[in-house]
C-alpha cells in the first residue's frame, strides 16, 4: 500500500517571503499522479497543482511550484511571494495509475498548517 | 455552476440513531467517494463508487454502508453512529472513473456524534 508522509505538521512564513512544504511517499508503481490540496478555514479542499510521475518537468501553477523527484520519492510545494489568503492546512496525495482493487483511491498525508505572518 | 453538494453541512447526534448524509453533484461525474478528515490523520477514504450500482470499500469502510442507485447521488449511511465516527466528511467526484482528472471535492459535513 501507499503511504504518505508530511513531516511538518505545522510552518509559517513572512508575507511575501517564500516557504517549501515537504512530502515524501512510499510506492512501488512507476506510474502515478501527485497532488497537492489546500484546505482554507472553510474546509474545502480546494486542488492547488498536480504532478504525472511521468513527466519530468515540474508543474508549476502562478506562485506555486513543486520539486518532483521521482528517485528520491519526493514531492515538495513552493510557495512563492506568500499571501495573507495562503494560510491554510496544505494536503500532499498520492493517486495510482493502475486498475483494481481501489484504484484511482487517494491516498493523503496527514497535512501541514501554514501560517502566514503579516 | 459545478457543484458538489453534501447535506446537513453540520450535525450533531446520538449514538445509535441512524443517519444518512447525502451527497449529490450536477456535473454527471462517473466517480463519487467518501473520505472523514481526523486531525492527525489526514483525509481517509471511506467507500468509493466507480458508476451507478458499482461501489467498493475504501480504507476506513467498518461502520459504513453506501448506495448509488443514480448518478448523481452518493449518499453515506451510518446505521448505527458511534462516538468514534465523530468526524468530518467530504465527498469527492470525478468526471470518468479512469480518467486523470482530479477529484472534485464538497464542502464537507462536520458529525459529531455524542
Known amino acids: 500500500a501507499q503511504t504518505v508522509t508530511q513531516s511538518q505538521p505545522e510552518m509559517s512564513v513572512q508575507e511575501a517571503e517564500t516557504v517549501t512544504l515537504s512530502c515524501t511517499y512510499d510506492?512501488?508503481?512507476?506510474?502515478?499522479?501527485l497532488f497537492w490540496y489546500k484546505q482554507p478555514p472553510s474546509r474545502q479542499m480546494i486542488l492547488v497543482i498536480r504532478q504525472e510521475a511521468y513527466k519530468q518537468q515540474n508543474a508549476t501553477e502562478n506562485r506555486f511550484s513543486v520539486n518532483f523527484q521521482k528517485a528520491a520519492k519526493s514531492f515538495s510545494l513552493k510557495i512563492s511571494d506568500s499571501q495573507l489568503g495562503d494560510a491554510a492546512m496544505y494536503f500532499c496525495?498520492?493517486?495510482?495509475?493502475?486498475?483494481?482493487?481501489?484504484?484511482?483511491?487517494?491516498?493523503f498525508g496527514k497535512g501541514t498548517k501554514l501560517s502566514v505572518i503579516p | 455552476e459545478a457543484q458538489v453538494t453534501q447535506n446537513p453541512r453540520y450535525l450533531i447526534t446520538v449514538t445509535g440513531k441512524k443517519l444518512t448524509v447525502t451527497c449529490s453533484q450536477n456535473m454527471n461525474h462517473e466517480y463519487m467517494s467518501w473520505y472523514r478528515q481526523d486531525p492527525g490523520l489526514g483525509l481517509r477514504q471511506i467507500y468509493y463508487s466507480m458508476n451507478v450500482e458499482v461501489t467498493d470499500k475504501g480504507d476506513v469502510p467498518e461502520g459504513y454502508k453506501v448506495s448509488r442507485k443514480e448518478k448523481r447521488n452518493f449518499p453515506l449511511i451510518l446505521e448505527s453512529p458511534s462516538p468514534n465516527q465523530t468526524s468530518l466528511y467530504f465527498c469527492?467526484?470525478?468526471?470518468?472513473?479512469?480518467?486523470?482528472?482530479?477529484?472534485?471535492f464538497g464542502d464537507g459535513t462536520r458529525l459529531s456524534i455524542l
Open positions: 496525495a498520492y493517486r495510482s495509475e493502475y486498475s483494481g482493487a481501489g484504484s484511482y483511491q487517494l491516498t
Open positions: 510506492t512501488s508503481e512507476s506510474d502515478y499522479y
Open positions: 469527492a467526484t470525478k468526471r470518468e472513473s479512469y480518467s486523470n482528472q482530479p477529484q472534485h
